[in-house]
C-alpha cells in the first residue's frame, strides 16, 4: 500500500536541477517535458511513496483542508486512471475495513482498464452513458457521499478549444454528482481558469451549502488548472432553477 502523503515537497538535502540532453529524434517540447519531470519534487515522492501519480497530493492537500473523505464514506472516483487518487481515498475512508473505524468504500470509472488498486474497485464505464447513475448507486449499494473527477480532456494544443473541452467535462461530472449523492455530500473536480466556467459554478452554488475554487500547492505553478471543492449537497431538487414554462 502507498504511505500516506507528508506535508509539502520537503526541504532537506540541496536539490541538483536534473538536465536532459535532445537526444535524436526527441523534439524540444518532450525533452522540457521530461527534464520537468524529473525536477518535481511531487513526481520524486509519488515514485518513492508507491503512488502512481504526482496528482496524489492534489487530492490529499485539498482533503487536508476541507475533509471530505471520512472513515465510512462512499466515494466515487470518474476518470480513476491511473488510480492515484484512489490510492489517496482508500485509507482515509478506511475502505480496508481497518477495526476501529467505519469501512467505506471507493469505485472508481475509467473508459480503460485501471490496474488494481487494494481496496477500491474499479469498473470500466463511460459515465456519460445512459444509466450510468444507476449502475453507480446499485454498486454503491447506495447514494454517493464523494463525487472526485480528476480528469482532463485530451489536449488540442489550443488552450481556448482545452479549457471549454475541460469545463464541458467537469459539468457532465457535475450532472453525475447531483444524480448520485446523498444529501451532505461533496464533488470536487478539476477545471481550467479561463472565465467560461461561470453556469457550472452558478449551479454548485444552488446545489452546495459551500462552494470554493483551489489551486492546492501541488498544481505546477505554470498549470491553468484549479479545482472546485463543493460541500454540503442540497439534496437531489435543491439543484433545479426556477419552472419557467408558462
Not at 115 to 130: Q, R
Not at 184 to 191: N, R, S, T
Amino acid at each position: 500500500m502507498a504511505k500516506p502523503p507528508a506535508k509539502g515537497p520537503g526541504r532537506g538535502a540541496r536539490d541538483l536541477a536534473v538536465r536532459v540532453k535532445t537526444a535524436k529524434g526527441r523534439t524540444v517540447s518532450s525533452t522540457r517535458w521530461l527534464e520537468r519531470q524529473l525536477n518535481d519534487p511531487y513526481v520524486r515522492r509519488a515514485k518513492a511513496e508507491g503512488y502512481r501519480a504526482r496528482a496524489a497530493y492534489k487530492l490529499a492537500e485539498l482533503d487536508d483542508r476541507f475533509r471530505f473523505l471520512r472513515p465510512g464514506a462512499r466515494v466515487v472516483d470518474l476518470g480513476s486512471a491511473p488510480g492515484g487518487w484512489a490510492q489517496v481515498a482508500v485509507p482515509r475512508v478506511n475502505a480496508l475495513g481497518l477495526p476501529g473505524k467505519p469501512q467505506g468504500t471507493v469505485l472508481g470509472l475509467d473508459l480503460q482498464e485501471v490496474a488494481p488498486v487494494p481496496g477500491a474497485t474499479i469498473h470500466v464505464l463511460d459515465f456519460l452513458s445512459e444509466g450510468a447513475d444507476d449502475r453507480v448507486k446499485a454498486w454503491l449499494g447506495g447514494q454517493a457521499d464523494v463525487v472526485l473527477s480528476d480528469m482532463a480532456a485530451a489536449s488540442s494544443g489550443h488552450r481556448a478549444t482545452d479549457h471549454l473541452r475541460i469545463v464541458a467535462l467537469c459539468e457532465a461530472a457535475a450532472e453525475l454528482a447531483l444524480d448520485v449523492l446523498a444529501p451532505g455530500g461533496a464533488f470536487v473536480a478539476k477545471v481550467l481558469q479561463g472565465g467560461a466556467e461561470g453556469t457550472l459554478q452558478a449551479r454548485l452554488k444552488r446545489a452546495f451549502r459551500e462552494v470554493h475554487n483551489v489551486k492546492p500547492p501541488a498544481s505546477r505553478a505554470d498549470s491553468s488548472e484549479k479545482f472546485v471543492v463543493a460541500l454540503g449537497f442540497r439534496g437531489a431538487r435543491a439543484h433545479e432553477g426556477p419552472d419557467e414554462s408558462g
